[in-house]
C-alpha cells in the first residue's frame, strides 16, 4: 500500500492479481475508488484508518481477471458508480463517454475514450482546475507496455490493437509531469511486464516505454500480438459478469462432516486442498486438487477448478478462512460448498481412505520422467535438460495424452508442480513425485547447467 501524500492518493496492491485499485480523498470525507476489487478488505481498512466514506466509485472498463467491488460499493455505501455508457452495464450507474467531466468537489474527472484492452475502455484525466494531476490508465498505458488486446476473441484482436496504439499516443500526449496511475501491474496475466513500478508519469513512459518508442502502427499492433501469452480460462467469463454486476457478498463457509464432504464428492463436488504442499503429500483426500493458499490462490483456482462445480475447502488451522473465501469471490468463485470441519484429521480419524504423493529433493529424481509445468517464459530461461513441458493451465485437458511412467512434477517452488500432480492423479496417473524447488536449486544441488530456449 501506497500513500501519495500532497493528493491524498493510496495506491492498493493486490500482488497475486498484478492490479492496483486508488482511493483519492475528495475532501469532507469523500472518497473516489478506481477499479476496485471485489475484495474490498484493503479498501475498507484504508478509507476507516482515514476518516473517509466512498462517494464515487469508477470503473476504467469491463474487468476480465477480477470481479468489480463498484456494485458492493453501491450497495454498502450508496457509493455511484462511473462508467462507460458504451460497457452497456446492467446495473445502476453513470453512463460515460468521451469528454464528460464529473465534479469531485475541487478536483474534477475528465472521461478519455481509450479502446484497445477493451472496447469500451476508459481513462479518468484528474483535473485541479484547468491543470492535469494524473490520470488512471487502466489497460491502456501501463507501465513498461500496454495490456493485451485478445480478450473479445480473435476476431477483434488486431482492431483493438490498432485502437491501442490510437490511445496510447493520446495518453502520450498529456503533460510529462502527469501522473500515470495503470490498474494493470507486475504479476497481471493482462500482459504488464515482469518487475516493472506500479505507477510512473507521461515523461517518464515516453523516455522508457518501448511500445511508445514505435511510430508505425503496423509494427505496434506486430509488437503487441507477439507478446501475448496464455491467460485463464475464467478471464472469458468475468466480463460478462461485470457487465450484469456481480452478486452482493456473503463471505461465511458453513462447516461441512465428513459424511456431508463424502456426499457432495458423489455429487460432483470438488474437493480443494489449500494447505501447504508439505500437508497435501503426506496425506490427503483422493480426487482432491491442491491450491496452496498464498498470494496468486485466485488466479489458479480460476485456472484449474471448474467454475460450475460446487468446491469443498480444506485448510489447516492456521489459514485464514476468510482469506479463502475473499479470493474466490473476487474472480466469481461463489460456489463454495463449505469446508471440512476439523479438516485432514477428521477425515483420517473418520477411517476414510487417503493418498499420499512423494515429495522430493533435487538429488532423489533419479532417472524418472521430468514434466515442468511452468509457463513458457520461464521454461525457456531455463530448464533441466530432459525436462518435458506443459503448461500447468493445459495439464487437464492434455493427462489422458502423457505417458503413463514415473513422473517428477516441477515448477518454481512447488506449490504448482503440487496442483499438475493433483490433476494428474484425479486423471487416473500414478507413481507421481513433486519436486521440492525448482530448476535453480536442482542446478546447485547437482552442480549441472540448466539448458534454454524450448
Same mark, same amino acid.
Given at each position: ?50 476518516? *473517509?466514506? &466512498?462517494?464515487? $466509485? =469508477?470503473? +476504467?472498463? @469491463?474487468?476480465? #481477471?477480477?470481479? !468489480?467491488?463498484?456494485?458492493?460499493? %453501491? ?65 491502456? *498505458?501501463? &507501465?513498461?507496455? $500496454? =495490456?493485451? +488486446?485478445? @480478450?473479445?476473441? #480473435?476476431?477483434? !484482436?488486431?482492431?483493438?490493437?490498432? %485502437? ?291
Amino acid at each position: 500500500m501506497q500513500y501519495t501524500a500532497d493528493i491524498g492518493l493510496t495506491t492498493m496492491v493486490d500482488e497475486g492479481l498484478g492490479n492496483s485499485c486508488y482511493l483519492l480523498d475528495l475532501g469532507d470525507s469523500a472518497a473516489l475508488v478506481v477499479d476496485a476489487p471485489r475484495d474490498l478488505r484493503a479498501v475498507r481498512v484504508e478509507a476507516q484508518r482515514r476518516g *473517509l466514506r &466512498v462517494r464515487f $466509485a =469508477a470503473d +476504467t472498463h @469491463l474487468h476480465a #481477471d477480477f470481479l !468489480t467491488g463498484a456494485t458492493q460499493l %453501491a450497495h454498502d455505501e450508496r457509493a455511484e458508480v462511473l462508467a462507460s455508457a458504451a460497457g452497456l452495464r446492467g446495473f445502476a450507474h453513470r453512463g460515460l463517454v468521451d469528454g464528460a467531466e464529473i465534479d469531485l468537489g475541487g478536483l474534477s474527472l475528465r472521461v478519455l475514450a481509450t479502446p484497445g484492452h477493451t472496447d469500451e475502455h476508459l481513462s479518468f484525466l484528474l483535473l485541479d482546475g484547468s491543470t492535469p494531476v494524473g490520470v488512471f490508465s487502466g489497460g491502456s *498505458l501501463i &507501465v513498461g507496455s $500496454a =495490456a493485451r +488486446t485478445d @480478450l473479445l476473441g #480473435d476476431a477483434c !484482436t488486431e482492431e483493438l490493437a490498432r %485502437a491501442q496504439y490510437a490511445s496510447l499516443r493520446r495518453l502520450a500526449a498529456l503533460p510529462e509531469h502527469t501522473a500515470l496511475w495503470p490498474t494493470h501491474g507486475a504479476g497481471s496475466f493482462c500482459s504488464a511486464p515482469p518487475g516493472a513500478d506500479r505507477t510512473s508519469t507521461i515523461g517518464q513512459q515516453l523516455a522508457t516505454n518501448p511500445l511508445l518508442r514505435v511510430d508505425d502502427e503496423d509494427e505496434f499492433v506486430r509488437a503487441v500480438l507477439g507478446s501475448l501469452g496464455s491467460y485463464p480460462p475464467y478471464f472469458l467469463r468475468l466480463g460478462e459478469i461485470n457487465r450484469r454486476g456481480p452478486a452482493i457478498l456473503d463471505t461465511r463457509l458453513a462447516s461441512l462432516s465428513v459424511a456431508e464432504v463424502r456426499g457432495l464428492q458423489s455429487s460432483g463436488a470438488i474437493v480443494v486442498d489449500v494447505r501447504p504442499v508439505t500437508g497435501y503429500t503426506a496425506a490427503h483426500i483422493p480426487a482432491a486438487l491442491s491450491i496452496p493458499l498464498r498470494a496468486q490462490f485466485a488466479t489458479w483456482l480460476g485456472w484449474l477448478a471448474p467454475p460450475e462445480a460446487p468446491l469443498v475447502i480444506v485448510r489447516n488451522d492456521d489459514q485464514d478462512v476468510e482469506e479463502i473465501v475473499w479470493q474466490a469471490a473476487k474472480i466469481g468463485y461463489d460456489q463454495l460448498a463449505g469446508e471440512l470441519a476439523g479438516g485432514m484429521d477428521a477425515w483420517i480419524a473418520a477411517g476414510r481412505p487417503i493418498s499420499t504423493t512423494e515429495l522430493v529433493t533435487p538429488d532423489r529424481i533419479g532417472d524418472r520422467r521430468v514434466l515442468d509445468i511452468r509457463q513458457l517464459p520461464e521454461f525457456t530461461s531455463g530448464h533441466l535438460p530432459a525436462a518435458d513441458h506443459l503448461e500447468l493451465g493445459a495439464v487437464a485437458e492434455s493427462a489422458d495424452q502423457l505417458p503413463a511412467e514415473p513422473t517428477v512434477v516441477m515448477c518454481g517452488h512447488g506449490e504448482r508442480a503440487a496442483g499438475a500432480a493433483s490433476l494428474l492423479e484425479r486423471a487416473g496417473h500414478r507413481d507421481l513425485a513433486v519436486l521440492a524447488g525448482g530448476p535453480d536449486d536442482w542446478a546447485r544441488t547437482t552442480g549441472r547447467d540448466l539448458h534454454t530456449g524450448r
